[in-house]
């Protein structure tokens, strides 16, 4: 345990740059670091790492470990594992933080199973237990209805944070770091998949996971077409996005990405508006991070009033246009 120090990020990039989830892990980190008083590290990978170290130091990082090369311009598991092994064994950090995304929940088990050390997914909080110096990582069970505090004394301490569950801290471009080119050596007879083709699907407006209101739809409003009117006006006039639970995305009333729950998106909002959805543990998995949950239901036995900050009895095809109404009177106001 004594050998290992310091607080790795495994970080992820868009289009060269730093994702939204990388900064909020940095937040995360940095705290962690200063708490144990050890450094602060994140990894980088892809085949053009560009500006996003100076970006990652900006956000908190001391050192910024670049790893390029030409395979790993597209994400591929068995390439990268490959890349985050190799630091980590030749590092040896006390944590490593991945992001609860496709790439961290694919990367984060495969490192912890190569490590033969634990693994605690979907963290809503970590903090460091100042007697043994370990990490209390804080994380839902069953679904979603309860918090459980794990701790492993086994190095590294590997976890996932959810998105939107802890705050980048604010841009300091003076902030002075290292920036550390990694020799990358991948072993291609060990990447069992190749990459054909990419299709990325186009989203008007601002991305669910990114959006600070969420406007959400349930099977009780009945088909498509609230989902592009009455739902899609209060969202687009609070700056949001339209989401959904289950049932509308199964009957194609909404494209999947619009699904939030335990096997959908997981948001974490300022406002969360749940119209007509009953509030099954499975759809509040995935909102339970909202920072407040509005209800409007007509059932006022529904088990979404009992998540709900504030809630609305009534139908909402009479609530939603008053209150998107009076809205309107308050901004123009």
Known sequence: MADNKGVLVC???????????TAELLGCGRKLADDLKEDLSCLLVSDKIGDSAQEAIASGADKVYAAEDPLLKQYQADSYIQVVENLVKDTSPRVVLFGQTSM????????????????????????????????MQTRPVYGGNAQAIFVSDLMPQVATVRSKAMSPLERDASRKGEVISTKVSIDTEKVRTKVLDTVKEEVAGIKLEDAPVIVSGGRGVG????????????????HGAVGSSRPPADNGWVQEATHVGLTGRIVAPDIYIAVAISGAS??????????????????????????????????????????TNKLKELLAG
């Open 11 to 21: 970080g992820e990039l868009i289009d060269t740059k730093l994702a939204s989830i």
């Open 104 to 135: 961290g929940r694919d990367l984060a088990p495969r490192l912890a199973f190569r490590l033969g050390v634990s693994l605690s997914t979907d963290c809503l909080d970590l903090t460091i237990d100042p007697n043994t110096k370990l990490v």
């Open 223 to 238: 088909g498509p077409e609230p989902f592009k009117t009455i739902l899609k006006e209060l969202a687009d006039l609070l």
């Open 282 to 323: 499975q759809h509040i998995a995935g909102c339970s991070g909202s920072k407040h949950i509005i209800a409007i239901n007509k059932d006022p036995e529904a088990n979404i009033f009992k998540e709900a900050e504030f809630g609305v009895v009534g139908k909402y095809e009479e609530v939603l246009p008053a209150f």
